[in-house]
């Protein structure tokens, strides 16, 4: 008797728009991947979960193997939700025969009248350790109730400080709520990557080089006939200002902790309310020199 095993299977889960307005039709995504080899992809049906509570069911369309992608399968979900706020979602892949049953890790929708979120600050260029002003607004895009919730400033994928609270803006066109955070940003490690403005560092073999060669020209302008030692000094004076010019350069803008010139990129994320659907901000680029 010949016991098959069912293939290892994997779910990721999406939904489409996000954000959504209430009762406005959204589509719930999942694929199922694996690493199987085999013309049939997996059948069978995917539940869709809002936290506990089961939304409905979707049938699975299989995908056989490429050359470069194991089996696979997909399914669709079309619903609505009536209730505003942010909504963690899972999707459940029951498995068949040839593949075992997976979950897909959360994946939040937000339901609410869609908001955008735009970002300032002043000033864009700082010091090491001056600090910026940082100015979130979020706009509603159709009339309603009074926007409210916080908005979080984050560095890359760190917080800065504390969420801020949005506060309305009376007369505006549109519903509308600013946060407003003061912080400081400072060149605490070397930056890497495309956020980093390479400067000028010190070679370390700069200094003796210039000793070697100030005590080496010296001693060959002995040697020089003394109708061209005019020339041989100012050529090894003007030598040696270049070698001392680069040094001071290097030294000007290597010293010090902060690894040179770079910029953060800064967002500002809306976390919605029971009205308005959470947004993220355009990135802002402030220059940390």
Not at 8 to 17: K, Q, W, Y
Not at 187 to 216: D, K, M, Q, Y
């Amino acid at each position: 008797m010949v016991t098959v095993t069912p293939a290892t299977t994997t779910a990721s889960g999406s939904a489409t728009p996000n954000p959504v307005p209430p009762n406005q039709q959204v589509s719930l995504s999942v694929t199922i991947g694996s690493q199987s080899n085999s013309k049939q992809g997996p059948t069978g049906t995917v539940t869709f979960k809002d936290g506990s509570t089961t939304i409905g069911t979707a049938n699975v369309t299989p995908a056989g193997a490429t050359t470069t992608v194991g089996a696979s399968g997909t399914a669709v979900l079309t619903t609505t939700f009536a209730t505003t706020g942010n909504h963690s979602l899972t999707a459940a892949y029951a498995g068949d025969t040839n593949y075992a049953a997976s979950t897909s890790s959360a994946f939040s929708l937000s339901v609410g009248q869609t908001t955008t979120t735009t970002l300032t600050g002043s000033p864009t260029t700082i010091s090491s350790g001056g600090s910026v002003t940082l100015t979130a607004t979020v706009a509603a895009t159709a009339a309603g109730a009074t926007s409210t919730g916080t908005v979080q400033f984050m560095n890359g994928t760190t917080a800065l400080g504390t969420a801020q609270t949005c506060t309305t803006v009376s007369g505006a066109t549109s519903p509308t709520c600013t946060a407003t955070l003061m912080t400081t940003l400072a060149l605490l490690t070397p930056p890497a990557g495309p956020n980093r403005i390479p400067t000028p560092r010190v070679l370390p073999w700069l200094l003796p080089a210039s000793f070697v060669l100030l005590v080496l020209l010296l001693l060959g302008l002995k040697r020089v006939p003394r109708p061209y030692r005019r020339v041989y000094a100012c050529a090894s004076l003007l030598l040696l200002a270049g070698l001392v010019a680069g040094l001071a350069a290097g030294c000007s803008s290597g010293s010090g902790g902060g690894g040179g010139t770079h910029f953060d990129n800064i967002t500002a994320v809306y976390s919605g309310d029971g009205t308005y659907a959470g947004s993220t901000s355009p990135p802002l680029a402030i220059t940390v020199q």
